[in-house]
């Protein structure tokens, strides 16, 4: 199992009730791929992005850490472009430090 950390920008004009929900949906996509989460966060509420993304100018930035194998990376990334409300992922290797 890798460690990974994954970005994910989610609409911004969701209600509260609805981020929760979503965030959940995350995680859970994780775990339901045999992967475990680590650690989870709100990194920034309502960032102005640099340019549009699907109309959008700001966005809710969502980061977590998480075990995976390599094998699931890629259908993690199938299943959030699936989400309507996850405009954007990004999944990478932390550097680990020697």
């Keep these: ?11 911004p004009d969701l209600p509260e009730d609805q981020k929760k929900a979503v965030f959940s949906q995350i995680n ?7 992967g475990s989460v680590t650690n989870s966060s709100v990194w920034a509420d309502k960032r ?3 340019f549009p993304i699907k109309k959008f100018q700001e966005g809710l930035y969502y980061l977590v850490n998480f075990e995976s194998d ?3 990376i890629k259908e993690l990334n199938r299943l959030y472009s699936l989400n309507e409300n996850i405009l954007r992922t990004l999944i990478t290797r932390p550097i680990e430090e020697k």
């Design 28 to 34: 859970e996509v994780i775990t339901k791929n045999k």
């Design 70 to 72: 390599p094998q699931a």
């Design 48 to 50: 102005r992005m640099t």
């Design 1 to 11: 199992m890798n460690k990974y950390e994954a970005m994910l920008i989610v609409k």
